[in-house]
T-cell receptor, first 113, second 115 residues
Framework: GENVEQHPSTLSVQEGDSAVIKCTYSDSASNYFPWYKQELGKGPQLIIDIRSNVGEKKDQRIAVTLNKTAKHFSLHITETQPEDSAVYFCAAGSSGSARQLTFGSGTQLTVLP | ETGVTQSPTHLIKTRGQQVTLRCSSQSGHNTVSWYQQALGQGPQFIFQYYREEENGRGNFPPRFSGLQFPNYSSELNVNALELDDSALYLC??????????????FGPGTRLTVL
């Protein structure tokens, strides 16, 4: 089955700096890569996603890049703000029958004011 | 907010008991997936329901079962609870497209504690 590894597990940045979180996946059939933000006591919130026919996608301060050959994808947050502090999860999915998402282990991002 | 609701918010059970968790999907969605999230870990896929039938299952034993109703809401049932079943149970709703992986929107979860 699919295996998703996520790094780093914790990340501290100064307000205004950029943050980068990286994930690798193992199953070449995976073609959908969402990123979720989870705040304490809440469910995961979708912040951006990318499909395998696209190499990069941007939404305001958030961008995701995908390298299918190397089987890795990354989340980039620019001009970080204290409210960006949360746990971020990457995931991989496919359009096969199961359609399940396989999640990484999460990154605790702390933005220091 | 996604419009996916779950009940109850918190639940405490003892080992060996049975529990039922409920999920209402977002308007317009026809598929519900259930995930288990242990403390400090990423969500793990339990199973998915589409057209009231199980449409894929993760590595969970048969004592984890589910239902989907005609209004697309869903239930997760866990029998013979074990201490390791203590976790946040997440429901995600999506629209089955048939040709591409569906975007899944999560509810707030049900925190289950097994004593």
């Amino acid at each position: 089955g699919e295996n998703v590894e996520q790094h780093p597990s914790t990340l501290s940045v100064q307000e205004g700096d950029s943050a980068v979180i990286k994930c690798t996946y193992s199953d070449s059939a995976s073609n959908y890569f969402p990123w979720y933000k989870q705040e304490l006591g809440k469910g995961p919130q979708l912040i951006i996603d990318i499909r395998s026919n696209v190499g990069e996608k941007k939404d305001q301060r958030i961008a995701v890049t995908l390298n299918k050959t190397a089987k890795h994808f990354s989340l980039h947050i620019t001009e970080t703000q204290p409210e960006d502090s949360a746990v971020y999860f990457c995931a991989a999915g496919s359009s096969g029958s199961a359609r399940q998402l396989t999640f990484g282990s999460g990154t605790q991002l702390t933005v220091l004011p | 907010e996604t419009g996916v609701t779950q009940s109850p918010t918190h639940l405490i059970k003892t080992r060996g008991q049975q529990v039922t968790l409920r999920c209402s999907s977002q308007s317009g969605h026809n598929t519900v997936s259930w995930y288990q999230q242990a403390l400090g870990q990423g969500p793990q896929f339990i199973f998915q329901y589409y057209r009231e039938e199980e449409n894929g299952r993760g590595n969970f034993p048969p004592r984890f079962s589910g239902l989907q109703f005609p209004n697309y809401s869903s239930e997760l049932n866990v029998n013979a609870l074990e201490l390791d079943d203590s976790a946040l149970y997440l429901c995600a709703s999506s629209l089955f497209s048939g040709t591409s992986t569906d975007t899944q929107y999560f509810g707030p979860g049900t925190r289950l504690t097994v004593l």
